[in-house]
T-cell receptor, first 115, second 115 residues
């Protein structure tokens, strides 16, 4: 079955702009979570959605937001971009049959560069 | 809040050498434990997981990990590494008080196996 699909794979923005990233989870999975990966901070949890409801949020400023649609697809948005937002943004799919809490399937990521 | 500590940031081994990567977490309650791996140019994927039962768990490609509750540790081992094991390895925790898809990751260990 198809894996987690993230679009776009690469994008370049300038400071002050905003960006929207999209994620399609594995069919049948009800949970989508987002992580930011940088060389300095590693993998950091952004937020988690389950059946369209945000269930948990990491320690990021309000410029980072997200949502999940009825078909489980998710988007995350970053407004007023800063240089430090340059990172690989990973979407993870979970909550499927025969999976346990924390057992996630990751997409290839969206690499954001802020100039 | 929980945290995860990985003992080594970089490890260099020759093929056939034994591997042990240390991981400790801080959380007093019930946890699910994971090792994820990121091969060069590939997405993050699950290597092995512990939920309950036998504290010695086996994963893909000959990897195993042992959960020692008294030491809050979940060390990864492999008796004989191969060049294809070159990758970055992440220890992760899902705590019972966090979201279903919320993982706290360690900083990662980059393993380089020389042929």
């Amino acid at each position: 079955k198809a894996g987690v699909t993230q679009t776009p794979r690469y994008l370049i923005k300038t400071r002050g702009q905003q960006v929207t990233l999209s994620c399609s989870p594995i069919s049948g999975h009800r949970s989508v979570s987002w992580y930011q990966q940088t060389p300095g901070q590693g993998l950091q949890f952004l937020f988690e959605y389950f059946s369209e409801t945000q269930r948990n949020k990491g320690n990021f400023p309000g410029r980072f937001s997200g949502r999940q649609f009825s078909n489980s697809r998710s988007e995350m948005n970053v407004s007023t971009l800063e240089l430090g937002d340059s990172a690989l943004y990973l979407c993870a799919s979970g909550g499927g049959p025969e999976t346990f809490a924390g057992e996630l399937f990751f997409g290839e990521g969206s690499r954001l560069t802020v100039l | 809040a929980q945290s995860v500590s990985q003992h080594n940031h970089h490890v260099i081994l020759s093929e056939a050498a034994s591997l042990e990567l240390g991981c400790n977490y801080s959380y007093g309650g019930t946890v699910n434990l994971f090792w994820y791996v990121q091969y060069p140019g590939q997405h993050l994927q699950l290597l092995l997981k512990y939920f309950s039962g036998d504290p010695l768990v086996k994963g893909i490609k000959g990897f195993e990990a042992e959960f020692i509750k008294s030491k809050f540790s979940f060390n990864l081992r492999k008796p004989s590494v191969q060049w294809s094991d070159t990758a970055e390895y992440f220890c992760a925790v899902n705590a019972m008080n966090s979201g279903y898809s919320t993982l706290t990751f360690g900083k990662g260990t980059m393993l380089l196996v020389s042929p």
